[in-house]
């Protein structure tokens, strides 16, 4: 199995920045590609960025591109997401997930984002 763990999340103001990080264990050498969630009080959990097994492929939804940059550190099995000029908008549970093996995948316990003045 994979297990992840999340952290780098907290209270920031509207324009700060947070970095996110996502560090992985067990099956680690089976992980493809892997992802960031976020899910806001009343609304569904949303894919905001992606990123392939050797980070050469990234995408991401219109509302984060420009302020929001995935990457990942396959030696320490690790992923990160950089927030910059961070909107109330942005207020959210943040969920990494990640494919492993032939068909499977693993979700993060979350870490909550919130941006206030």
């Known amino acids: 199995q994979v297990q992840l763990v999340e952290s780098g999340g907290g209270l920031v103001q509207p324009g700060g920045s947070l970095r996110l990080s996502c560090a992985a264990s067990?099956?680690?050498?089976?992980?493809?590609?892997m992802s960031w969630y976020r899910q806001a009080p009343g609304k569904e959990r949303e894919l905001v960025a992606r990123i392939t097994s050797t980070g050469g492929i990234t995408s991401y939804v219109d509302s984060v591109k420009g302020r929001f940059t995935i990457s990942r550190d396959n030696a320490r099995n690790t992923m990160y997401l950089q927030m910059n000029s961070l909107k109330p908008e942005d207020t959210a549970v943040y969920y990494c997930?990640?494919?492993?093996?032939?068909?499977?995948?693993?979700w993060g316990q979350g870490t909550q984002v919130t941006v206030s003045s």
């Open positions: 067990g099956f680690t050498g089976s992980i493809s590609a």
């Open positions: 997930f990640a494919f492993w093996g032939t068909n499977y995948g693993s």
